[in-house]
């Protein structure tokens, strides 16, 4: 198999193209021929090294969060996915880059018809964050108001979306080019954070859904009704500020989850969901899809097709 590698610590200059051992599943485990990866901004956090204090890795190893493809051998005492199904994943904290992955059908749910293998690829790690953040962490109701930071990124478009459907009044910051995106996405209100100051232009908020994090966020806080919630995957937000404003902010991480992903699937194929996939790179090509997505202004996601 082919494998984007990384042998150390640093920028996308550091990763290479390499043929490595097939692996074989385990018990549990299916083994996937690759169609696509997303790209994530997790992906460079990580090379960058700015997680290894508390995710050390063995290098070299290979990038990627999530995938879509094609099962291509069961381990043992796998049930409820057969060789031959179209499925996706937020696979683990690496290892997508890859054209096969091993993964816990735990994290697996199959593609949704109304997605090509390629969109499905940019799919879970987003959709899985902005789902948990919005409705396990905020505890999003119907009737409320929701402001979200970077809404036209991978995590943002998702999370304008599933707000929308939700029932909430939906307010998404983003650059001019997106603006009739995002309302095409279902946002009531959308703000061009480069010639407006959001905080002058809405009334307060139940939810901010923080995607940027630093001045962004401290900027969030004047906009919160009491008892409202700020959540935040990107920047832990300041536990004493959001007790003297009287309302709960949270940071987390998101973790896979089959079943959630399932019910996403559901979405897509009812036609309440959409996919936004920007640009496709070769696998060969993934310090280019990696820098694409540094530059933090993606529309959607940015994907690797793993078979070219």
Same mark, same amino acid.
């Given at each position: #198999?082919?494998?984007?590698?990384?042998?150390?610590?640093?920028?996308?200059?550091?990763?290479?193209?390499?043929?490595?051992?097939?692996?074989?599943?385990?018990?549990?485990?299916?083994?996937?021929?690759?169609?696509?990866? &997303?790209?994530?901004?997790?992906?460079?956090?990580?090379?960058?090294?700015? #997680?290894?204090?508390?995710?050390?890795?063995?290098?070299?190893?290979?990038?990627?969060?999530?995938?879509? =493809?094609?099962?291509?051998?069961?381990?043992?005492?796998?049930?409820? %996915?057969?060789? =031959?199904?179209?499925?996706?994943?937020?696979?683990?904290?690496?290892?997508?880059?890859?054209?096969?992955?091993?993964?816990?059908?735990?994290?697996?749910?199959?593609?949704?018809?109304?997605?090509?293998?390629?969109?499905?690829?940019?799919?879970?790690?987003?959709?899985?964050?902005?789902?948990?953040?919005?409705?396990?962490?905020?505890?999003?109701?119907? =009737?409320?108001?929701?402001?979200?930071?970077?809404?036209?990124?991978?995590? &943002?478009? #998702?999370?304008?979306?599933?707000?929308?459907?939700? &029932?909430?009044?939906?307010?998404?910051?983003?650059?001019?080019?997106?603006?009739?995106?995002?309302?095409? *996405?279902?946002?009531?209100?959308?703000?061009?954070?480069?010639?407006?100051? %959001?905080?002058?232009?809405?009334?307060?908020?139940?939810?901010?859904?923080?995607?940027?994090?630093?001045?962004?966020?401290?900027?969030?806080?004047?906009?919160?009704?009491?008892?409202?919630?700020?959540?935040?995957?990107?920047?832990?937000?300041?536990?004493?500020?959001?007790?003297?404003? =009287?309302?709960?902010?949270?940071?987390?991480?998101?973790?896979?989850?089959?079943?959630?992903?399932?019910?996403?699937?559901?979405?897509?194929?009812?036609?309440? *969901? #959409?996919?936004?996939?920007?640009?496709?790179?070769?696998?060969?090509?993934?310090?280019?899809?990696?820098?694409?997505?540094?530059?933090?202004?993606?529309?959607?996601?940015?994907?690797?097709?793993?078979?070219?």
């Amino acid at each position: #198999m082919k494998a984007i590698r990384a042998s150390a610590y640093g920028g996308p200059e550091v990763l290479t193209l390499e043929d490595i051992a097939d692996p074989v599943p385990g018990e549990g485990e299916v083994l996937i021929d690759v169609a696509g990866s &997303g790209v994530n901004p997790v992906d460079w956090k990580i090379l960058e090294g700015r #997680m290894k204090a508390f995710l050390p890795l063995p290098l070299p190893y290979t990038p990627g969060v999530e995938v879509s =493809g094609k099962i291509s051998a069961l381990g043992a005492g796998v049930t409820g %996915f057969a060789v =031959g199904e179209e499925v996706f994943a937020f696979s683990g904290i690496v290892g997508g880059y890859a054209t096969k992955v091993i993964t816990s059908t735990e994290r697996l749910a199959l593609v949704p018809r109304k997605l090509s293998l390629l969109e499905a690829a940019g799919v879970p790690a987003t959709a899985l964050t902005a789902w948990q953040a919005l409705h396990e962490h905020a505890g999003i109701r119907a =009737g409320q108001r929701v402001l979200i930071h970077g809404a036209a990124g991978g995590v &943002g478009s #998702m999370a304008v979306q599933l707000a929308r459907i939700a &029932g909430a009044h939906v307010i998404g910051t983003a650059s001019s080019g997106n603006l009739e995106y995002l309302r095409r *996405l279902g946002a009531a209100q959308v703000i061009n954070y480069e010639t407006e100051s %959001f905080e002058e232009s809405i009334s307060p908020v139940d939810i901010v859904l923080d995607l940027v994090g630093g001045e962004t966020q401290d900027r969030s806080w004047s906009l919160l009704k009491a008892g409202a919630t700020l959540v935040s995957p990107v920047s832990p937000p300041d536990a004493e500020r959001a007790r003297q404003a =009287g309302v709960v902010a949270k940071h987390f991480a998101t973790r896979s989850d089959g079943k959630q992903l399932a019910a996403i699937a559901a979405l897509f194929d009812s036609g309440e *969901l #959409m996919a936004e996939v920007e640009t496709v790179f070769p696998l060969s090509r993934a310090a280019d899809a990696l820098k694409k997505n540094l530059t933090r202004h993606a529309r959607g996601k940015v994907v690797l097709d793993a078979t070219r």
